[in-house]
């Protein structure tokens, strides 16, 4: 039996796009090690992992990215890990919204809101008092929650404070 | 004598002080939670945000600023006492990875392991992933650290919290730790968790008490002495293992130590500044075992006011 493993991967193109899209510090995602397994999910790892005769393997670092579909779309796990020094394609929300896209609510934003100046469309990361907490789908002036499933949590616990 | 105190009359001559012990296990526990250094950023942004001071070791000053009581765990940096907060789950410093959630006798494994950076290291029994979030962190989150579960239910929960608190040194695999291939080794140190009855968590559990007999102590001794001989061929010489169980049975700590490890394997002794344990037994039903299983530290839930724990440092000689 075969058996399907991480395979290690050239990265060069997913810190491009990333850096492109939300403008991060620069040097943040240097030195990383990128593994994949089958054709959906980039996985992002310390340099200093080997994996060396390690087979079956679950997962190696973080989920980073999935490649699937047309655009990339980035992990709430890397939106958090990654996001704190986001530039671009990133939306302050209060608590409320906080709680309601935790909920896997969307958020509509009102039309004289300017955070609808967010580019386009497609995945923001989401920030409550600077903190990354996760990644939202931003499209006909709704935020979408992407959050997963088995990550929904009711009534978030955190200071209240303003969008900025 | 009640249902509890029956429950643990076999470990009567183990423990120093009965009725505290006893006292002990009818409170509940304390909530232990441990600031994340690999989200430092992030905790530092939170603290800027209720506006207090954003030093290193700034969760204290925040939770206290939310309203909640944070006393520091003498023994343990970063590690806090907090009062007041029923859901911590819920809390933005939990779902962002800036703090987790830990029994405080939890955090000892990671400590005695000792991982440095750059190390090869093994957490066989490693779901849910505290302790092998901590071990990461020990390692400044930089080595190989693999961390194993068969399960697949507590492998989710594993993943789930490594990704969480930001570690990307870790690897996770799946597999029948009595069967862990020999070609993954050596490793320099292993931490086995081993499954045990969990009797130490009667404060969390009160229904855990009294788990510890029979047939279910027989098939748990069982599965922890192949865990352990399994781990000890994984072992490079020279390396260290720490075989650690939430339970006070001798027959599933003591006595496998004493089953399994051979000459080229020594038990060391442990020191902490700050935490209370009695030694090991090196004599149980009876049987004489090896002496230097003194050298297994039992923490009982009266000395330090946590659940019950044991855990031995074992080094394998090099030879």
Known sequence: ?164 | MDVLEASLQRYRELVDDWAEFLDACRRPLPLVVWENPLRRDLARRLAEAVGVAADDGCLAALLRARGYTAEPVRWHPGALRVGGLAKPGLTIEHYTGVMHVQEEVSLVPPRVLGARAGERVLDLCAAPGGKTAGIAIGMGDAGTLVANDVRPHRLRALRSNCERLGVTSVVVTPIDGTRYPLQAGPFDRILLDVPCSCEGNLRATPGAAGLAQGRVLEGRSGLQATLLGRAWKLLAPGGTLVYSTCTFAPEENEVVLDYVLGDEAEIVPLGFDGLRFTAGVDRWAGASLRPDCTNLARFWPHLNDTGGFTVARIRKVAV
């Not at chain 1, 990133?90 to 580019?119: F, G, H, K, W």
């Not at chain 1, 989401?126 to 088995?150: D, I, Q």
């Open chain 1, 1 to 164: 039996m075969r058996v399907e493993t991480h395979v290690r991967v050239d990265g060069t193109e997913y810190v491009a796009w990333w850096q492109e899209r939300y403008g991060t510090v620069a040097g943040l995602l240097d030195g990383y090690q990128f593994f994949k397994r089958g054709t959906r999910t980039v996985w992002i790892a310390s340099p200093s992992v080997q994996l060396g005769e390690l087979a079956p393997v679950d997962g190696v670092g973080l989920p980073f990215v999935r490649s699937g579909s047309r655009d990339y779309k980035p992990t709430s796990v890397a939106a958090v890990h990654f996001g704190a020094t986001a530039t671009r394609n990133v939306v302050e929300v209060t608590l409320t919204e906080a709680q309601q896209i935790l909920r896997r609510q969307p958020v509509c934003l009102a039309a004289d809101d300017s955070r609808r100046e967010l580019p386009n469309g497609g995945y923001v990361i989401a920030r409550l008092a600077g903190v990354p907490f996760g990644c939202v789908l931003w499209r006909r002036g709704e935020l979408e929650s992407c959050v997963p499933k088995g990550n929904v949590i009711e009534d978030l616990d955190a200071p209240s404070l303003p969008a900025c």
